[in-house]
Antibody, heavy 120, light 108 residues
Framework: QVQMVQSGAEVKKPGASVKVSCKASGYTFTSYGISWVRQAPGQGLEWMGWISAYNGNTKYAQKLQGRVTMTTDTSTSTAYMELRSLRSDDTAVYSCARDYSVDTTMPGYWGQGTLLTVSS | EIVLTQSPGTLSLSPGERATLSCRAS???????LAWYQQKPGQAPRLLIYGASSRATGIPDRFSGSGSGTDFTLTISRLEPEDFAVYYC?????????FGQGTRLEIK
């Protein structure tokens, strides 16, 4: 079965960077893209971007352009999301999600989420 | 970007009742690329409906989706206790992908 397992919780200071990992299993990694979505405490879902695990093409949310980088390592079936210049309003649960099918970019299979706390 | 507005913000119903949740888009969503997710506290979202009306794998048939263009609906025919949660619509037809603000379905 499809599983997306993320790295553990992080605490960072403002201005720092964080890199969250998402290890996939149960399917052919390069056949599907992966989205990253975040959810601030008590708030709704915010799409951060998407990466093709086939060729590394990316799409990022405009508000995060320049601060976020999404990558994949096909040798370990792992996706990464790096966020730089952290601010307190980056405090959120960050989730990766595999495309539901090969012909859409719709998140279908989600990781368990990684809590990022940004605080001085 | 396409803005999705969900209504109502909170819906209070009893088990066994029918729930109707609405999602309106600021512009037409191409090819009905509209999905619905259910999220319970402390859990990841769960895909319920994609393509406006197709149920995802393993989703009970009491969940149904309808609509096209700018107006979409999620219907839960007879509420079970485990259905009380927050529901989000999402469009994936154009970039950026966007979500509605959510509808909280609570037990009356």
């Amino acid at each position: 079965q499809v599983q997306m397992v993320q790295s553990g919780a992080e605490v960072k200071k403002p201005g720092a960077s964080v890199k969250v990992s998402c290890k996939a299993s149960g399917y052919t990694f390069t056949s599907y893209g992966i989205s990253w979505v975040r959810q601030a405490p008590g708030q709704g879902l915010e799409w951060m971007g998407w990466i093709s695990a086939y060729n590394g093409n990316t799409k990022y949310a405009q508000k995060l352009q320049g601060r976020v980088t999404m990558t994949t390592d096909t040798s370990t079936s792992t996706a990464y999301m790096e966020l730089r210049s952290l601010r307190s309003d980056d405090t959120a649960v960050y989730s990766c999600a595999r495309d539901y099918s090969v012909d859409t970019t719709m998140p279908g299979y989600w990781g368990q989420g990684t809590l990022l706390t940004v605080s001085s | 970007e396409i803005v999705l507005t969900q209504s109502p913000g909170t819906l209070s119903l009893s088990p066994g009742e029918r729930a109707t949740l609405s999602c309106r888009a600021s512009q037409s969503i191409s090819s009905s690329y509209l999905a619905w997710y259910q999220q319970k506290p402390g859990q990841a979202p769960r895909l319920l409906i994609y393509g406006a009306s197709s149920r995802a794998t393993g989703i009970p048939d009491r969940f149904s989706g309808s609509g096209s263009g700018t107006d979409f609906t999620l219907t839960i025919s007879r509420l079970e206790p485990e259905d009380f949660a927050v529901y989000y619509c999402q469009q994936y037809g154009s970039s950026p992908i966007t979500f509605g603000q959510g509808t909280r379905l609570e037990i009356k």
